[in-house]
């Protein structure tokens, strides 16, 4: 990040004395992220209606998460196919699967299609961070990892949903920690994923034992280190420096390779996929937070090598919370729910080796597809995303809908 702070401060410098012209373009997306919730202003700018909701989980978490009812095209009075359901991963948030242009943006082509979309986001990032009783102020708020996610997050998104729209089931689609809560939730609640027709997995996370991810230097520092560089609340959310890195330096032209490497050192390179014209936006959102707790939760699955409960520190803490002494392992195997995915073959985050041992564990896995030069942000970034992944994605739910 030191060479982004360098770039930032030759811009606030005479432009001659750094060698290039002040003019840059700027995508107004980029600051779409002041009053109201960016994911609003985006669907509306690109002409599609919109509707937030608040989920409340069983402990007390409220979510924001917004609804793409139909397409530009489409008639309100139009009955919508289904409810297509869209979960982010890591760090990120709703915006991942809106920060294209609408022929290159998933949510945006499924409302074309005629469905009903519906953009998630996980407790704790910039969207999702409130709560009954607690303060985000205080480390109660975010004592939480995956196992929050998948037994709390997950069953009271999808009920609202299913309850908003009349329908009984939706089709789920999850890219990478979204494919790993799910693959937790449905293998341990039976009756949740009775509600899931499809479950479509990009850049799948199960275990992370190959992982070439920076977050692997995560796994060398003990617990204590980790709450001293990090504290014990947030991890990673946007900051008013980041936003004005990626407005004022990654709009221009010169630093686009700066910037996309420094996107690309983090999952996985594929230069000429990338749209260089959009990654003020790319970088203005890519952000929006998680707790400490989560990437010590990731840390220790890189170490363990396992999908694995959160081992809360002690064999005390564990029994209060499993009641065992050891966290529970998660049987991904019981899951029935039948299962699309997509691997990169440039994937840095979601190891091949990794995917590899995944595969003969997904019990209903109806199609899978490794595209080798993809790094794990190419399925929702990715120039090519409708012709490598989106066409076989829309086919398959025109085809479940057909049967």
């Known amino acids: ?237 946007h900051t008013l420096l980041e936003h004005f890195v990626a407005t004022k330096v990654c709009s221009r032209k010169i630093f686009h390779p700066i910037c996309s490497n420094f996107m690309f050192s983090l999952s996985g390179f594929d230069r000429q996929n990338l749209n260089m014209s959009r990654l003020d936006v790319y970088m203005a959102h890519s952000q929006a937070g998680t707790s400490v707790q989560n990437m010590l939760h990731w840390a220790q699955a890189v170490n363990s090598g396992k999908l694995q409960a959160f081992d809360w520190g002690s064999p005390n803490q564990n029994m209060m919370h499993f009641n065992q002494l050891t966290p529970p392992v998660y049987n991904i195997t019981k899951m029935q729910v039948p299962t699309a995915m997509w691997s990169g073959g440039q994937d840095v985050v979601a190891d091949a080796k990794d995917t590899e041992n995944l595969l003969p564990k997904v019990t209903n896995l109806i199609y899978y597809k490794e595209i080798p030069h993809y790094n794990h942000l190419d399925f929702y970034l990715g120039q090519d995303a409708p012709w490598e992944v989106y066409q076989d994605l829309i086919r398959m739910l025109e085809e479940y809908l057909q049967n």
């Open 1 to 237: 990040m030191w060479w982004l702070l360098a770039a930032a401060w030759c811009v606030l410098l005479p432009g001659p004395m750094c060698g290039y012209k002040q003019g840059s373009i700027t995508n107004p997306e980029a600051n779409m992220n002041i009053v109201i919730p960016f994911q609003s202003q985006l669907i509306s700018y690109w002409g599609y209606p919109y509707e937030k909701y608040d989920v409340v989980t069983e402990d007390g978490y409220i979510l924001g998460i917004y609804r793409i009812p139909h397409g530009k095209g489409c008639s309100r009075k139009t009955v919508p196919k289904a409810v297509v359901y869209l979960q982010h991963g890591l760090v990120a948030s709703a915006i991942n699967w809106i920060c294209n242009l609408p022929n290159n943006s998933l949510a945006f082509l499924l409302a074309d299609s005629g469905y009903d979309v519906w953009l998630g986001n996980s407790r704790g990032n910039t969207w999702s961070r409130k709560h009954l009783r607690l303060s985000p102020k205080s480390p109660q708020y975010w004592a939480f990892s995956l196992d929050e996610m998948a037994k709390y997050d997950l069953p009271a998104t999808i009920n609202l949903i299913l309850e908003k729209s009349g329908q009984k089931q939706l089709f789920y689609v999850g890219h990478s920690q979204g494919t790993t809560i799910a693959f937790i939730a449905f293998s341990t609640n039976p009756e949740l994923a009775k509600k899931i027709k499809l479950f479509f997995a990009l850049a799948p996370v199960v275990t992370v034992k190959y992982t070439r991810s920076p977050m692997k230097t995560l796994t060398t520092l003990s617990r204590q280190a980790v709450k001293v560089l990090f504290g014990d609340k947030m991890f990673s959310s």
